[in-house]
């Protein structure tokens, strides 16, 4: 059974191997000829113009330096099955106009898979999904 | 990974391990159906893409040959060839990768697939407009084409993905598991017989001292 278990959590480790070693931010990635994040797994992902450029309309000018790239989409059992999170104010303000229903400055914001879709269809690369397991277990 | 229960050593150690390896896989089994139904969600996502990218290139693939037929027509099908040799084929693409949950999937980008009349490099004065028509629309092809491709690449990698995701959901939820869970009542059981031999004997011995 160990040789199973080792595989599982190989696995599960790997689960957040997509995820940027560090994010960048809007404003930071807006000079760059190639916008492009390294990875955990050492892959290089790069993000669509368009979409830098669509973000940088959503928001004002003076705050492209605090929005970090790529927004998480955060994936939980804790939320309960198909519910995702999103963690920051910038962040949530964005996911919010996308949706929207901005207008709320919120720190985290619950989301369902509808919108999770929706932000994902305007957004497939200035977005990642990250895992993440439920605590105390 | 296969265990028979006569090679299991029914101890509370045991026990205890198999405990922390249901409440490890319990976890894992949460967190891959998490990613398979969001593997699935882009699939159809990248599903819908993949229609809207495939309608308009064949919508600009069609305008494309129809303006080819009148220039051809208007030229002769002779020149036509000789300017489309005279023109440079060299264009540069830039393909990088993006990551979908741990698979890369192609961003195609190419710079500048439109050019002006005198940049396509056949004589303009030998040809006519509805050559620089046609060439103008199959650029424009050649754009959609290219993300038709990335798009069907990304299909093609989400749906492996999700195939893969969705075996080790499918080995953990009905082999992995329920094996763990039945390793865990069989040392539960027999540790509870052990109890109740030990129970009785003591009764045994508690009764032969009276």
């Known amino acids: 059974m160990d040789k199973g278990m080792e595989v599982l959590r190989r696995e599960v480790a790997l689960l957040n191997a997509h ?29 669509h113009r368009d979409e830098l450029e669509y973000l940088a309309a959503l928001i004002p000018l003076e705050r492209a330096e605090q929005l970090m790239l790529p927004i998480f989409i955060e994936l939980t059992p804790q939320l309960g099955h198909g519910a995702a999170r999103i963690s920051g104010e910038l962040e949530c303000e964005v996911a919010g106009k996308i949706l929207g229903v901005g207008g709320r400055s919120l720190e985290q914001m619950v989301i369902y898979r509808p919108d999770a879709w929706k932000i994902r269809r305007r957004l497939p690369s200035a977005t990642q999904y990250a895992f993440i397991a439920a605590a105390g277990e | ?32 159906k998490e990613k398979r139904d969001a593997l699935v969600m ?7 893409q993949l229609e809207d990218a495939r309608k308009r290139t064949y919508e600009v693939l069609r305008e494309a040959y129809r303006s080819l037929s009148l220039a051809m027509v208007a030229m002769g099908s002779l020149e036509v060839r000789k300017a489309a040799a005279a023109t440079g084929i060299e264009l540069e ?31 303009l ?71 109740r031999e030990n129970f009785f004997r003591l009764k045994r011995i508690k009764a032969m001292i009276a």
């Open chain 2, 125 to 195: 004065v030998q040809t006519s407009a509805e050559l620089d028509l046609a060439a103008k629309k199959f650029e424009k092809a050649l754009a959609a084409m290219l993300k038709l491709a990335e798009v069907e690449e990304t299909l093609r990698l989400l749906a492996r993905e999700t195939e893969r995701t969705k075996r080790r959901v499918n080995s953990l939820e009905h082999v992995v598991i329920p094996r763990l869970e039945t390793i865990k009542k069989f040392i539960e059981r027999h540790l509870e017989e052990l109890e």
């Open chain 2, 1 to 32: 990974m296969a265990v028979a229960i006569s090679e299991i050593h029914p101890t509370r150690g045991e026990l205890l391990k198999t405990l922390r390896q249901i409440t490890l896989t319990k976890r894992g089994y949460e967190l891959l």
């Open chain 2, 93 to 123: 693409i830039d393909i990088a990768t993006r990551s979908i949950m741990g698979v890369a999937v192609p961003v195609i980008e190419a710079q500048k697939l439109e050019r002006k009349v005198t940049e396509r490099g056949y004589s």
């Open chain 1, 19 to 47: 995820l940027p070693r560090k994010r960048r931010s809007l404003g930071e990635l807006m000079h760059e000829e190639r916008a492009e994040i390294g990875c955990r797994d050492g892959r290089v992902h790069r993000i």
């Open chain 2, 42 to 48: 882009e699939f159809f996502n990248v599903l819908t």
